[in-house]
């Protein structure tokens, strides 16, 4: 059925303002109003663009999302406070005398001397950091190598067992260390190893080993195998190929939990508690810091010197600041960029 055009239809109807006509070819269509705003002649999509008529009742998307921030904002606010305050105390405290804090907890020092530092340090602070530098300088190391070189294997390479060796990394992660304080003191003493730093190294590794595993484990699944293909047809063997292009490609992902294992290695307390007291009379003390703020509190005994207290936690907490916030950017590149690939 064909549309009767009379001549009123025939006449061509003025176009836009830039002197375009249509003409008969546009048929009925050609009848169709202008949207407002616009001379395309295409209605606008309903609630869309700037021009639907802003947000609906209630505030719309843009309403919520605004007291979503604000309120998220606030809550992180709130959580800095809650951290950042309670070191501001403990640095200030550390250039008070007794009197001042005992008198006035919250006041500020009246005095900036760093003669307190010198007589934490000489307490023992002083060999008790040199002792956790010792241990970390090795397990740390240790660890991130043989995680990444587990993870890779787990991660890129199918065998038999794969999954279950993989399994058994992840229930290591949690599995509660006071479950294997006895068997693993025994074990220790067995190897000859208890009060020693070699013992404690290899204790580090491996109770750090299920988390590297882990965590690495994911990072490695989202490189791409292109990278590790075109070196293999280069002549480069696995390992190298793992060492001179994986690897390199995982930084993120090492300096993160790096930065996990540095933190949770230095501030460990009951590990070394079990495995570092001396065994015989002539046994020299080697106490790493978690254990030395312990005993610099017991030998104050009743004339307290609550400044060299604060000054020596002082000491143990700045060098794990100084590290993570040097490399928080890395630390947060290496968390998220498993997701974002």
């Not at 590790?228 to 090492?254: C, N, T, W, Y």
């Not at 007291?277 to 509190?297: A, F, M």
């Amino acid at each position: 059925m064909t549309a009767h055009h009379d001549k009123s239809d025939r006449t061509p109807a003025t176009g836009p303002a830039d002197g375009t006509t249509t003409g008969p070819s546009a048929g009925p269509t050609s009848h169709t109003a202008p949207a407002q705003g616009g001379g395309t002649g295409i209605p606008r999509q309903r609630g869309t663009g700037r021009g639907s008529g802003g947000p609906g009742p209630g505030g719309g998307p843009a309403r919520e999302g605004t007291v979503l921030n604000v309120f998220s904002h606030g809550f992180l606010a709130l959580w800095a406070l809650l951290i950042v305050l309670p070191l501001i105390w403990l640095v200030l405290s550390s250039f008070k005398t007794d009197g001042q804090i005992a008198g006035s907890a919250f006041g500020w020092p009246s005095n900036w001397s760093l003669d307190v530092f010198g007589r934490a340090w000489d307490k023992g602070i002083g060999d008790y950091f040199l002792n956790t530098v010792i241990v970390l300088v090795f397990s740390v190391p240790l660890t991130m190598l043989f995680g990444s070189m587990a993870a890779y294997v787990l991660a890129r390479y199918r065998f038999a067992g794969n999954r279950i060796i993989y399994y058994f990394f992840v229930a290591g992660a949690m599995f509660p260390v006071f479950l294997a304080l006895v068997p693993l003191f025994f074990m220790v003493k067995m190897l000859g190893m208890l009060n020693t730093y070699q013992g404690l190294i290899l204790v580090y590794v491996a109770y750090s080993l299920p988390f590297t595993v882990f965590f690495m484990h994911a990072f490695f699944r989202t490189l791409p195998t292109a990278v590790f293909e075109a070196a293999i047809l280069d002549g480069a063997s696995h390992s190298r190929a793992f060492f001179q292009v994986m690897l390199p490609m995982a930084k993120p992902g090492l300096i993160s939990v790096g930065i996990f294992n540095t933190l949770g290695q230095w501030n460990q307390f009951l590990l070394p508690t079990v495995l570092m007291q001396p065994q015989k009379g002539g046994d020299p003390e080697r106490y790493v810091l978690t254990q030395g703020l312990i005993q610099l509190q017991q030998q104050q005994g009743y004339e307290t010197d609550l400044p060299v207290l604060f000054a020596g936690v002082t000491i143990a907490m700045i060098p794990m600041l100084v590290v993570y916030l040097s490399f928080q950017r890395q630390v947060q590149a290496g968390l998220t960029s498993a997701t974002l690939k």
